[in-house]
Structure formats: structure tokens, C-alpha cells
């Protein structure tokens, strides 16, 4: 048994503590110390979000190789969404109503495929850099867009085919995603292969051979 004095009035006059008691104390003062300066230690690491830090987790992030194509794959998904927006507009303005809608439809399904990229990305710890794009085109022609449209979805089948390559030796996870793309430009080459086949039957200096195709085949 030990006294200890009053000081400042914390502790009742002449308290007596068996010193057992004085030693768990001192024991159960040291490891909150200890837990406090721990914490402070990993509040104060930079570029790390609180969660993150004091977890024992490591999050699954994909690799800077699948950003990068993920992200170009973005960009061509952007594209063809202002492609599609252009050519809606033109057909809305010379009165071809029947592509107009098709096209609309078209700029909204690319808007769809763009956040299904972003989703997955997101869904393994990636914050997406949308890049930018060339929002601009012209037209002059039904059959020209067609044709273009066309150019377009098979370069993008034809990169989606290479991206699920690259990946498919060391991130399978990737490669299966990329599968429902591919099957979606598969889709997208075929349709507008049929287009291109029809549009061959046409002069397309003629008008009322053109307006025939639009009302047909649109």
C-alpha cells in the first residue's frame, strides 16, 4: 500500500491505492497514448482518403495499362455520341423524321455504353479523365452518313476486339466486361453493314431515290 497526497484536488485526501491498481492504470494510460499517437501518425499521411488509411485492406485498383485503354475506348464512346447528335440534327432539319429518330436513338445508346466504362471503372477505386473530343461534324448527305457511321463502328469493334488481347493474359475481369461491348459493335457493324448494302442501290444525287431508301430502310 502506498499514500498519495492531494494535489489540485484531482484525488480525495491521503487516498490509498493498492500499487497493483496504480500499475493497470498506468499500463491502460500507456496503450491509449500509444493508439492515439498511431492515429495521429496516419491522419497526417498525405494523398490518401481517411477510410482508406486506416484500413488493413488493400482495394483492388485496375492497372495504369486498363486505364489508359479504358480511357480511349471512353473517348471513342463520346465521339460517336456527338457523331449520332450531329446527324439526328441534320436529318431533323432537311426532313428526313424516320433517320432523325434512328440517329437519336444511336446518340443515346453511345451515352449508355460511356457509363457502363465509367461504372466499372469507378467500381474498382478509378476516378475517370473524360478526355475531350471534336463535338463538330457536317453533312451534306444521307448516304454519307451512313457510310461514315459505318467506318466508325467497326474501327471501334476492331479496338474493342484488341483491348480484350491485351488484357486477356493478365486481367480476365477486364476481359469479360469488354465481352458485352464487343457483342454490342458486333451488332452495331452488322446493322449498318446492312445499311451500306441497301444504300449501294441508289444514286444518292438523287433526292427521291433517297428519301425511297430513308422511308425504307430507316
Known amino acids: 500500500m502506498i499514500h498519495i497526497q492531494e494535489v489540485g484536488g484531482s484525488i480525495p485526501p491521503i487516498a490509498t491505492i493498492p500499487i497493483v491498481h496504480i500499475f493497470i492504470c498506468m499500463e491502460k494510460i500507456t496503450m491509449t497514448k500509444d493508439q492515439l499517437f498511431k492515429a495521429m501518425k496516419l491522419n497526417e499521411q498525405s494523398g490518401e482518403n481517411n477510410l482508406k488509411s486506416t484500413s488493413n485492406v488493400k482495394l483492388y485498383v485496375l492497372s495504369d495499362k486498363v486505364v489508359k485503354l479504358l480511357t480511349e475506348r471512353l473517348k471513342d464512346e463520346y465521339s460517336a455520341h456527338y457523331f449520332y447528335r450531329a446527324a439526328a440534327n441534320w ?9 432523325a429518330a434512328y440517329f437519336e436513338k444511336e446518340a443515346a445508346d ?8 465509367q461504372d466499372y471503372m469507378t467500381g474498382f477505386n478509378v476516378i475517370p479523365q473524360i478526355p475531350s473530343t471534336n463535338p463538330k461534324h457536317e453533312f451534306t448527305n444521307l448516304i454519307d452518313i451512313v457510310n461514315e457511321a459505318y467506318t466508325m463502328e467497326l474501327n471501334l469493334m476492331k479496338a474493342y476486339n484488341k483491348d480484350s488481347h491485351t488484357v486477356f493474359s493478365d486481367d480476365i475481369t477486364t476481359f469479360d466486361f469488354l465481352t458485352e461491348l464487343r457483342e454490342i459493335q458486333k451488332s452495331s457493324v452488322v446493322e449498318y453493314n446492312d445499311l451500306v448494302n441497301a444504300s449501294n442501290l441508289v444514286n444518292k444525287g438523287d433526292k427521291f431515290q ?3 431508301f430513308e422511308q425504307t430502310y430507316f
Open 91 to 99: 436529318c431533323n432539319d432537311v426532313n428526313y423524321k424516320k433517320a
Open 210 to 212: 433517297v428519301l425511297y
Open 110 to 117: 453511345e451515352l449508355t455504353h460511356a457509363q457502363k466504362v
